[in-house]
């Protein structure tokens, strides 16, 4: 008989997360009751979040618990209902996370339509990761025609399509990446007007001061560190920063030090604000729809690095804190019965 395999957090890692993090365990299925539904699951989203909620400290989201399965993003398909808003057959999104099936109460999940894109997309550019492109940018980062929009973690999920909507606005994009795959990446799919590879670049301040000789307008910020501090020091006057991510630090088992920030702040008028996809939930329908339209008029592309199967999860979360991905990371764990 067909059991649950679960991924659970085993122990808090110390430093970068290693296979010894996770656990996997098989437990029995839990069949629907009434006003329940069963999933199978399909697709499983990695995300750099996920490695701050291994942590047991206080923060926007409550920490994952120590031998309980890691939640987090996950498309499933119904293969049993005992809810009248859910049919057989039907796709869902959710929270469920790390595990091949799960027993959801009716409003645990949403349907997505599987016929506008495919329906990977949901844990991607149609999903949080582009919703927070899309808040991110456009509320704090503001981007105005002809001005210069950097992005760090460029080639990554969010910065991709943070790149894209900053064209759309008519801005010049410069994109920050750590490989040459990734930098021909952004300048010839997706159209950036510079980028630069921080893993061979000796001077960043000269690079960016070279590929924004106007400065730099808006930032979005997914990754920290000395590539933050030197972009900080391009900016023009009431610049904006939108602080997405600070990924170079999170492995970190000592306090993140750097430049301290609030001369420049000062000096330049500029505004600095970090935020969650989270602060815009009531907009959501609203962002998913300006996203959806612009990929159905071609004005956006995305990418997906797609693994298979459940036993790679951990594999995968760890390709994160490598950059071996480009675009969407994504686990996929079956193939859905209804085509």
Known sequence: ??????????????????????????KEINQPENGE???????????????????????????????EVIEGGAIGEVISSKSSHFSEGDIVIGGFGWQTFYTAQEDEVRKIDKDIAPISTHLGILGMTGLTAYFGLLEIGRPQEGETVVI????????????????????????????DEKIKYLKEELHFDEAINYKTTENMEKALEEACPDGVDVYFDNVGGEISDAVFTQLNKFARISVCGAISSYNKETTDLGPRVQTVLIKKSALMQGFTVGDFF?????????????????????????????????????????????GKLLVKVSEPSAK
């Open 1 to 26: 008989m067909e059991k649950n395999k679960q991924i659970l957090l085993a122990k808090r890692p110390e430093g970068t997360p290693d296979q010894d993090t996770f656990t996997f365990e098989e």
């Open 152 to 179: 760090s973690g460029a080639a990554g999920a969010v910065g991709s399509v943070v790149g894209q909507i900053a064209k759309i606005k008519g801005a010049k994009v410069v994109g920050i990446a750590g490989t």
């Open 282 to 326: 009531d907009r959501f329908n609203e962002g998913t729809r300006a996203l959806a339209s612009w990929l159905d008029e071609g004005k956006l592309t995305y990418e997906e690095t797609i693994k298979g199967g459940f036993e790679n999860i951990p594999d995968a979360f760890l390709d994160l804190f490598k950059g071996n991905n480009i």
């Open 37 to 67: 539904l069963l999933i199978r699951t399909l697709y499983v989203s990695v995300d750099p979040y996920m490695r701050g909620r291994m942590v047991d400290a206080p923060s926007y989201v409550a920490p994952y618990q120590l031998n």
